[in-house]
Nanobody, 114 residues
Framework: QVQLVESGGGLAQPGGSLRLSCVVSGISFSLNGMGWYRQAPGKQRELVARISSGGFANYTDSVKGRFTISRDNAKNMVSLEMSSLKPEDTAVYYC????????WGQGTQVTVSS
């Protein structure tokens, strides 16, 4: 059973930074691509960043140049470094495996507000 546990969210001011982490169990982590998703109130969940098993990353246009996804295979962890945060980044953030979409974790709330 795949388990995804996100952490690191919180309140940030516009222009600020946050780092999210996700620990994954129940799967061969190093063999799988990973993604960070977010869901804002009243909106559909969207994939904002993904990283391949080989470490190649890509991003949705709205976060390019501001977010960086990384992975630590020794810790079964994927992280999302977010900077230059904007109010529109406010959402619940989730990690998952894009190729299989495991059961979602609880997510971590990110609120960007002054």
């Amino acid at each position: 059973q795949v388990q995804l546990v996100e952490s690191g969210g919180g309140l940030a001011q516009p222009g600020g930074s946050l780092r999210l982490s996700c620990v994954v169990s129940g799967i061969s982590f190093s063999l799988n691509g990973m993604g960070w998703y977010r869901q804002a109130p009243g909106k559909q969940r969207e994939l904002v960043a993904r990283i391949s098993s080989g470490g190649f990353a890509n991003y949705t246009d709205s976060v390019k140049g501001r977010f960086t996804i990384s992975r630590d295979n020794a810790k079964n962890m994927v992280s999302l470094e977010m900077s230059s945060l904007k109010p529109e980044d406010t959402a619940v953030y989730y990690c998952n495996i894009p190729s299989i979409l495991a059961p979602w974790g609880q997510g971590t709330q990110v609120t960007v507000s002054s």
